[in-house]
Structures are given as C-alpha cells and as structure tokens.
C-alpha cells in the first residue's frame, strides 16, 4: 500500500478547495480538536480572509476550553480569525428532558447547524467547511451511531434546508492521516495530539437525561481522568457519568459465580447488578443499545480486588457472550456509603483506526486514585468504576 504522502494532500486539497468555493465566503466551526483545526488551516491557506472560524460555546465543552481553544487558534503560526459563540441555553433548552442517545445526537445536530446557518447568512457566508474524516461516515452510514456532522453522505440537502454546501477537505482520511496533515501543517500539538473529543461534545458522555448539576460533575471527572490518565497514553479516554438506578438483577447469580471461579474469590464478596441505563453496543457491524453489568469484587477490608484487566475483559467476554443482552460490563473501583444520585465509568482504549479497539491496561493506582479524586471533587457521584469492555462488542463512546 503506497504511503500517505500529507504534503501531496494538502496542495491537493488547497486546490480543490478554490475550485469549489471559488470567490464565496465561507464558515467553519472549529472546536479545538485536530479535524475541524486542519480543515480550517487548509481552507485558510485556500481563500485566506473569505475564511470566518467560529466556535459554538454550546455548554458541552470542557471548563475553560473555547477561550482556550480561540486564543491558540488566533496566535502565530496558525493566525486563524475566530469568533467565539455563547450559545449555552440554547442548546441546553433544545436537549432538555431527552434521554435517547440517538435522539439527542439528532437534536444537538439540528440545534448545531440552525446556529450555523444563522451565522453564515448573518455573515454572507454561502459555504461550510467541515471536519468530517472517513470513521465519521463508516459509523454514520454503518448504521452505529449518528455522528452529527455526516449530512451530505446521508442525503441531506444542507443547501435547501441550512442554506449552505458543505467542503469536507479531510473526508478521506483516518485519525493517524488528519495528525500528518495537522503536523504537516504546524498546528501546535496541543491540538495535533489532542484526544478525539465527540462533536456533541460532553452531551454523549451525560448518559440519559442532561442535568445541570450531573453536566457540571462530569466536568470535574473529565478534568480528573484526562489529568490521570494522560501519562499512560492510551488512543481515547474519557469519563462518563450516568444515573445511579439499577434493575433487579436477583437472576444473575450465574454471573457473580463466573466472576468469583474467575478472579479466585469467594462468591459472597463478589456483586454483580444491571443499571437501568443503557449504552451503545457494536452487533456485526451495527449499532444497537444494550444493558450495563457491574461487577464488584471486594476484600473483607471494603477495598476493591485488582485482579489484572486482561482477567476482567476474559470475564467480560464470558457475560456478554452467554447473554447478548448486554453490550458493557464495568467493574468497580471506589463507592462511598450513602447514596447520591449518579456514577461515573471510567473509559480508556487502544486503536489504530477507532472502528476497533482494546480496553487500557491502566495501572491499579491510577484507576483507585482517579477515582478517589472524582468522589472528593463530585458529591452527587456514588461510586467509580472501570469499563472492561472492547470495541466491538461496545462503542469507544457510551451513547
């Protein structure tokens, strides 16, 4: 296979790119990852001052981070000219009371590209570039989720229903290409080697309904787990934060025996139960919801076993495989006595292409320290736990 040449690709682009906006203006909305930041440097480099950058503040970003974001993007070398957008109530109104993942993944785009439209007649614009790379369409068109930026590739007329045509200069490409090119480029690495971040942005990762206050601690888990985990250097990973009901699970008692013959513990300090929430799973290549097994193993002290990762995803294959009703099992890392409303799950993988990938051998102590910082820093968070389960049969994102 012939070796991705980025520099070859850029000067292509550029020139495809003037042929297609020609002397229009055009709108692109960067969010600081490494997609829409090369599209928009490419573009940039194509029709220069006819480029308007805008970043939707749409409140599912990280604390701090559109101010952040714009100023990187404004300074030398990438001199992009960015508009910063409080849209905050906005989209929080139009996701109010949603608890489908799909529903608010639909939601949030229609919200998404009405702002956009708005700003691009409001600015004379005619065209939107996008950052949309080849996983985005496979998963889209794949049926597995709906990545809110694959419009063109799902028949939506953007002209007839936004008021715009759409450029996408990374559409060909995977993740390890757009970095070349972001490289290539000389966008600042804090960009270039960003972890991918889901264009809704934190609205995927509040699992079920959005909530003030469960929006703010995934926040401060998000914070946490990408300060932790960091230094390990998987390909993605992220914290989770979903509601803290369960279902009766008296009929799983097959599943604690498996977990106690598996990780050699006695059966009594061994729990297992099934949250009411559901989250994404992979069947042959389609997207389908499915139910969350917990696992807990605890030492007669109260602490939590740390039997090996690779014991815990055997394990994982062994529920899921006997019973497909399942598409995640977490197992538990820290729980606090009293009751609160929420948890949080604790996800790292490692991929080559993000269509496939394997669960993170983080160390023990990252994973029981992370999880001690997120119960001191989030007093509506019951318990932590880790996700053991690989891509397939789970999605890398919860919804």
């Known amino acids: 296979m012939q070796e991705f040449d980025q520099e070859n690709f850029v000067h292509e682009q550029v020139e495809k790119t003037k042929e297609l906006v020609g002397k229009h203006k055009a709108l692109v909305a960067v969010s600081g990852g490494v997609d829409s930041t090369a599209s928009a440097v490419v573009v940039h480099r194509a029709i220069g001052s006819n480029l308007l950058c805008v970043m939707l503040d749409d409140a599912f970003m990280r604390e701090g981070e559109p101010e952040r974001i714009a100023e990187i993007l404004e300074e030398d070398p990438l001199t992009l000219p960015v508009k910063v957008l409080n849209v905050q109530e906005r989209f929080l109104k139009a996701l109010e009371g949603l608890k489908d993942a799909e529903e608010k993944r639909m939601m949030f785009r229609e919200t998404f590209y009405k702002v956009l439209g708005e700003t691009a007649k409001k600015e004379g614009c005619k065209v939107l570039v996008q950052g949309t790379i080849k ?78 206050d469960k929006l703010s601690s995934e926040k401060k888990a998000t914070a946490i787990v990408e300060e932790n985990f960091a230094k390990h250097n998987p390909s993605q990973y992220l914290a989770a934060i979903l509601d803290n009901q369960t279902t009766n699970s008296s009929q799983h008692t097959h599943n604690r025996a498996k977990a106690a013959h598996l990780l050699n513990v006695p ?71 009293e009751k609160q409303p929420y948890v949080v799950v604790l996800r790292a993988i490692d991929t080559h292409d993000f269509l496939t990938a394997k669960v993170s051998e983080i160390p023990w102590k990252t994973l029981e320290e992370t999880a001690e910082r997120i119960l001191e820093s989030c007093s509506n968070v019951a318990s932590v736990y880790y996700d053991v389960t690989p891509k397939p049969p789970a999605t890398i994102e919860m919804e």
């Open 135 to 212: 996983a985005d369409v496979i998963e889209t068109t794949g049926g597995i989720k709906t990545q809110h930026n694959v419009l063109d590739q799902m028949g939506i007329n953007t002209v007839d229903r936004y008021g715009f045509k759409v450029v996408e200069p990374l559409v060909s490409l995977y993740k390890e290409e757009v970095r070349k090119v972001a490289r290539y480029l000389k966008i600042p690495p804090e960009i270039s080697e960003r972890q991918p971040f889901p264009g809704p942005g934190l609205s995927v990762r509040v699992v079920g309904e959005i909530k003030r």
């Open 267 to 337: 059966s009594s300090q061994v729990s297992f139960k099934v949250l009411q929430s559901k989250a994404t799973g992979v069947v042959k290549g389609k997207r389908r919801y499915g139910k969350i097994g917990v696992l807990g193993a605890q030492r007669r002290n109260g602490t939590s076993h740390s039997p090996s990762i690779s014991s815990l995803v055997a394990l994982q294959t062994k529920i899921i495989t006997q019973d497909l009703s399942f598409s995640r099992i977490f197992y538990t890392l820290k729980e606090r006595a």
